[in-house]
């Protein structure tokens, strides 16, 4: 799309004053270091780009293009005020009709920029407007003749010029402005009893030529704000990447590499935060400390492979016996796994164990040198903190759900034990 059908310039970029880009796709980031890789004349915004642009430019452009309507009908009203002073009576009478045509025109292109459309019709808002805004100031001049008819043209085309220079648009709306004024002061200047055919062209080509200087500024001024806009979605784009890869950076750096769940240093951060923040309000937890037996004979008897294989199976059994998001299980040694349910009295948690339990029984997977069975089996330890007991660290209730699993170990595996005060003697 070339610079007459991309959006104008866009005066500020930031955060505070924009809503947030998109993330872009592959294809437009492509398309951004193509474009900011070449010349700065030859920028041209096209397709997603260039809607992007229009999407970010409009509350700026609308605001502006509010603010010049309403100071135009401001002025119109003042000049027709000292003109009612200043002027003769029938002076002032041949001034009214063709100035009453600017307000309304004014007053609905700045409502109809109050909220964005289309770019069709945003466009036909501001020409329509422009257009009769120019209109009734050069019919000023014209019905009133004498020395006003030269002066309310030149004035019209002064009025075009700062529209062109002011409103951030498009290109092609700034020639078709431009166009729109030279037009109506040649025909209104052949017209014009007071001088010669000559002099009307002299003078159109004379105001053509600030009206294509005033449009070729516009034009840089454009392709100025197309690549501020491209250096900011670069620096998104590439701010937004640096944020996904230290995202995925702590993520692994929380996460055990073999199994997907949370390793021992995030569980620990999980702990911490309970203790600190969320145990009043809870109140009840409860700790699992899972050990699956007899662990070297399978690594010894099948290979280290299928040990592997075998944590990463009971990684996934744990985690479906989640309760919900704020249960949390940790790889919390070689292979041991620690599970955090918060909110959890002893009869739930022992359930979730048992459940646990089970699950990796039926799972059926080889270890045909274990004490207990054929297949794999897991050992569980747990532990509880309830609202009426003694508000223990997270440290001690770690331990002593590593003491209740060492009781079940030493009753024979594949069970779940509960904490009591004789099972950290025994351990």
Avoid at 32 to 60: H, K, M, N
Avoid at 100 to 123: D, E, M, N, V, Y
Avoid at 170 to 189: D, E, K, R
Avoid at 281 to 288: E, F, K, P, Y
Wanted: glycine share 8%.
């Amino acid at each position: 799309m070339d610079n007459e059908r991309t959006t104008g310039t866009l005066k500020s970029i930031g955060p505070s004053s924009h809503k947030p880009l998109p993330k872009l796709s592959p294809a437009v980031v492509g398309e951004v270091e193509r474009l900011l890789g070449g010349r700065t004349r030859d920028i041209r915004l096209d397709g997603e780009l260039a809607r992007l642009f229009r999407e970010r430019s409009w509350p700026q452009a609308a605001k502006i293009i509010r603010a010049w309507m309403f100071w135009v009908i401001v002025l119109d009203i003042l000049t027709l005020g000292l003109n009612a002073i200043l002027l003769p009576t029938e002076t002032v009478a041949s001034m009214l009709l063709p100035a009453s045509i600017l307000p309304p025109a004014a007053l609905f292109t700045a409502i109809g920029f109050r909220k964005p459309h289309a770019f069709w019709l945003r466009g036909l808002l501001v020409l329509s407007g422009v257009f009769l805004i120019l209109l009734s100031v050069a019919l000023v001049g014209v019905n009133t003749g004498g020395e006003f008819y030269e002066r309310h043209l030149t004035i019209m085309l002064f009025v075009a010029v700062t529209a062109i220079v002011i409103f951030p648009v498009p290109l092609g709306w700034a020639i078709t402005i431009g166009g729109s004024a030279l037009g109506i002061y040649l025909t209104f200047q052949l017209r014009n009893p007071g001088i010669e055919v000559g002099s009307a062209l002299a003078g159109t080509l004379f105001f053509a030529s600030g009206v294509v200087a005033t449009v070729e500024a516009r034009r840089t001024a454009t392709i100025l704000a197309h690549k501020t806009f491209l250096l900011e979605l670069r620096d998104r784009s590439r701010l937004s990447d640096l944020t996904e890869i230290n995202a995925r950076l702590e993520l692994l750096a929380r996460t055990d590499p073999l199994t997907g769940v949370a390793n021992r240093r995030s569980m620990m951060e999980t702990l911490n935060r309970f203790w600190n923040e969320d145990i009043e309000r809870t109140g009840d937890a409860a700790m699992l400390m899972c050990d699956v037996d007899d662990f070297k004979n399978l690594n010894d008897n099948l290979g280290h492979a299928e040990g592997d294989r075998c944590l990463v199976k009971i990684a996934g059994i744990i985690q479906s016996c989640m309760k919900d998001e704020t249960d949390q299980v940790a790889r919390f040694g070689g292979e041991e796994f620690l599970v955090f349910l918060p909110g959890c009295d002893e009869e739930q948690a022992r359930m979730v164990a048992e459940k646990i339990r089970s699950r990796v029984e039926a799972a059926s997977l080889p270890n045909p040198t274990s004490r207990v069975m054929a297949f794999v089996t897991v050992s569980i330890g747990l532990a509880t903190l309830t609202r009426a007991g003694e508000r223990v660290p997270a440290e001690l209730l770690q331990r002593q759900a590593d003491a209740a699993l060492y009781v079940a170990k030493k009753s024979g595996r594949n069970c779940v034990m509960a904490y009591t005060p004789e099972s950290q003697a025994r351990a």
